[in-house]
């Protein structure tokens, strides 16, 4: 439980709030580099941290993002022609670079220095594994951008889905453990499983335990349940790295390379940015790991983009439709919920909550540890920013960034934090130390 003014402070992400003002210290994902194509191709809308910002990409193939509103007398730069190095608003002609700054003026006379007055809001933009980064912070000079592993990778992918809802109820899907044996998995029975796969301990213990614990980067969980075997437990080792950063432990430690970004568009709405690169060694596929036909994934179908503020990378299961809910598929044992797939699960749950979630009338159990953690890291980082000026965690130390989650199998006297430093630590081969099953 959270009361309400510090659910706001944990929530709200626009200019002059301190979570706003926590997150505009690091690099903040924008959007795909596939959605500006092309050298002067079509500007495209940008909601971020509440902000309403235009993204272009010039002719020689930078990427610009500007302030919606044309610093002249305000019409939308959504509008604007993207011409030669700069994009022009339409109204009377003037012209900004990527930096925002106005290199022509037409509708002045030649002999004014008007133009070299003016300025338009412009955030400056990196492009890494398919991802277009920008600072919208108060430094001259940015820090580095984390080292994320999987946006770093020359094979590097990102896709890309919207929900509506704040950041902070979505991200905590990420963290909760225990939900994926409900949710995902409540018809799923220990006979439908293969003995001894990770499939496996987590139907037949669906309330784990849990060791949590702070890290230069945020927060780390392990979920831990008996195995077969009276000398082991089975692990499910996550992350949150701050600022918005999750680690899912799906597949065995240390296969696989991916992270999540919830970045806030607004207090209400929120895209997930999920960076992938291909995993050190083949894991199982899916449909393996259950006896049972059918699986959890499911579809994620999308909408066309349109041009609107909230027009990009929409799941066609939305609160609008129920998610797509079918009871009959519930009851035919296809899956728990009625809902196509995993994914439309998430969005139905956490966008259920409302558009922010009033953590005032919750009731936290045991399970919710790792929730609790990540918020109060979060709120006492922007609070520190903002009484002492306190640098947060990670925004000058992107190699604290170099993680991976997973499953693991640890001798049950083992600390499970410092068993697994090795295998946890991304950008490493492993070679020798791969887990053999799921
Ligand atoms: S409003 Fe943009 S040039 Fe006048
Ligand atoms: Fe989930």
Request: glycine share 10%.
């Given at each position: 439980?959270?009361?309400?003014e ?57 990427v ?7 610093p ?6 959504f ?36 133009k ?30 984390p ?72 927060i ?12 082991t ?98 009851g ?26 009033d ?30 000026g ?21 001798p ?27």
């Amino acid at each position: 439980m959270l009361a309400k003014e510090t659910n706001e402070l944990l929530c709200r992400v626009g200019p002059g709030t301190e979570m706003g003002d926590l997150m505009r210290q690091y690099w903040v994902p924008a959007l795909r580099s596939d959605e500006l194509a092309t050298p002067d191709s079509a500007p495209v809308r940008v909601r971020l941290l509440g902000e309403n910002l235009i993204a272009f990409r010039v002719t020689s193939g930078r990427v610009g993002l500007i302030g919606n509103h044309c610093p002249h007398r305000g019409a939308s730069l959504f509008y604007g022609r993207n011409e030669e190095e700069g994009l022009r608003c339409v109204y009377h002609g003037w012209k900004f670079d990527v930096g925002g700054s106005c290199v022509d003026m037409p509708s002045e006379p030649s002999d004014c220095n008007f133009k070299g007055k003016v300025k338009a809001v412009a955030y400056p933009c990196v492009e890494r594994g398919g991802v277009v980064w920008t600072y919208m912070g108060p430094r001259q000079t940015p820090p580095p951008v984390p080292d994320l592993e999987a946006n770093m990778d020359a094979q590097a992918q990102v896709y890309t889905v919207m929900r509506k809802c704040n950041y902070m109820q979505a991200l905590e899907g990420d963290i909760d453990s225990a939900h994926f044996a409900f949710l995902h998995m409540g018809h799923i029975t220990v006979d439908d499983t293969y003995d001894g796969n990770f499939i496996h301990y987590q139907i037949r213990e669906r309330a784990p335990r849990y060791e949590v614990t702070d890290t230069e980067f945020g927060i780390s969980y392990g979920a831990y349940r008996p195995t077969d075997n009276d000398d082991t437990y089975f692990w499910r080792i996550g992350n949150f790295l701050c600022p918005f950063y999750t680690q899912v432990p799906l597949g065995p430690l240390p296969l696989r390379r991916a992270v999540r970004a919830w970045v806030p568009m607004d207090d209400e709405h929120t895209m997930s940015f999920n960076m992938v690169a291909p995993s050190v060694a083949e894991i199982v596929p899916d449909p393996e790991r259950l006896k049972k036909p059918g699986g959890i994934v499911g579809t994620t179908e999308m909408l066309p983009d349109t041009t609107d503020w909230y027009g990009r990378s929409r799941l066609k299961a939305d609160i609008v439709n129920d998610h797509l809910l079918d009871r009959e598929r519930a009851g035919r044992g296809e899956s728990y919920t009625g809902l196509p797939g995993l994914v439309a699960e998430d969005h139905a749950v956490t966008e259920s909550m409302g558009s922010i979630c009033d953590r005032s009338q919750e009731h936290l159990g045991t399970s919710d540890v790792m929730i609790i953690r990540t918020r109060l890291r979060l709120i006492r980082a922007a609070q520190a920013l903002r009484t002492t000026g306190e640098i947060p965690p990670g925004v000058d130390n992107p190699e604290v960034y170099r993680q991976r989650a997973g499953g693991v199998m640890l001798p049950r006297s083992a600390n499970w934090f410092e068993a697994t430093k090795s295998l946890r630590t991304g950008f490493a081969e492993h070679a020798g130390e791969l887990a053999s099953k799921r």
